[in-house]
């Protein structure tokens, strides 16, 4: 990619596409995550003399102006994190924003008002990306949580002025470009969330540089449903037991050991203080292999279809967490791999107390001696609130721009500041 070390920016305009989409609560930025991850970028741009004017999208306002959904939350904030004064348009096109962008001075700085206020953004207008270049002198794109997105702001300005990769945006692509190129050996990845169908793109992808893959979460439970055991009322994708079956299959070919929960923590609901259960299978180990869960033929359920299969969780209960055992499991293959992939949390995280299983992997995964990545999203989440963040390789700021990258899919943010 072109890079903002190569542009020339002193005495300039620059006009930033930053991923400012940030959670609100009482008008405050909740979460100041993806402001503090672009502040790189901009003090280095303020640095080089550069006048720095950002752009940004937040929530989904459908292409009219929502006062909740209004970046100047995020413009108090970014006052405080940079201490500096922080200009204000309240619109990011036209005459208010043209002026305020003709007004600004090397060093200084100007917010505009969410671009997602007018449906030329998400609808890629060239006549948008138009009076959004007219801001300024140059582009730069930091934005990697919205580079999957063919949005105006995002693919069709970076051909309308010189342009380059953000800091960021480096090195985003630069810790999960290495995922894909030459990752450490042995390569965990761990995956959760609630579907199967949300991550086989992913799967698929990274199966051939893999030694093991971990599985937790929703996800998990369709695939020990697809292997014979009845999970009770827990989240399984039924549209999805196939295809578990037939990952199962693919990893084994692969030579790549699957490694699925041996324990789960049931209860009859996600409440805060619902009673719950720990339950184990029968045999120990979780490594899926020909002949099922670890690889021992007593621990082989039944057939393995919905039809036929071996009692697990208590009917009526529900699979809402990993248990102890299986999060001995993962970090142990973690202690063990050069490298460490990570998305989509292993329970119900957001409920106390199903977020232990994906705590304790989260404060886990600090300690380990090889490299980490963590995908973004929830996992993103769960590692900001486990305190260690700062103690990871990588904390990606793009959940579904890095599973897309991880799939290996061409984004579109990513493709228009590359060069030649």
Known sequence: MKRMADLEVRGRRVLVRVDFNVPLAEGKVADDTRIRAALPTVQELLARGAAVILCSHLGRPK??????YSLAPVRDRLEELLGQPVRWA????????????????????????NLRFHPGEEANDPDFARALARLADAYVNDAFGAAHRA????????GLLPGA?????????????????????PFLCLLGGAKVSDKIGV???????????ALG????????????????????????????RDLVGEAEKAGVRVLLPVDLVVAGGAEAGAATRVVTLPAPGGVVGRRGVTGRADAVPPGGSRGEQRPLVPAGWKALDVG??????????????????????????????????????????ATVPGMVVVGGGDSAAAVAR??????????????GASLEFLEGKELPGVAALRTG
């Open 203 to 213: 799967i698929r992808n990274l199966l051939p540089r893999l030694d093991v893959l």
């Open 90 to 113: 309240s619109d990011c096109v036209g005459p208010e924003a043209e002026r305020a962008a003709a007004a600004l001075g090397p060093g200084e700085v100007l917010l505009l008002e």
């Open 63 to 68: 292409g009219r102006y929502d006062e909740k």
């Open 324 to 365: 102890p055992a299986t999060v001995n499991a993962i970090l142990e293959e973690a202690e063990r791999a050069g490298t460490v992939f990570w998305n989509g949390p292993l329970g119900v995280f957001e409920v106390e107390p199903f977020d232990r299983g994906t705590m304790a992997v989260a404060r886990g995964l």
């Open 151 to 158: 949005h105006a702001s995002v693919a069709r300005v970076a």
């Open 165 to 185: 990769a953000g800091l960021l945006m480096e090195k985003e692509v630069a810790f999960l470009g290495g995922l894909l190129e030459a990752p450490r050996r």
């Open 386 to 399: 486990a305190g260690v963040a700062g103690r990871l390789a990588h904390v990606s700021t793009g959940g």
């Open 217 to 244: 979460g929703g996800m998990a439970n369709t695939f020990l449903a697809a292997l014979g055991w009845d999970l009770g009322s827990s989240l399984v994708e039924e549209g999805g037991l196939g295809l578990a």
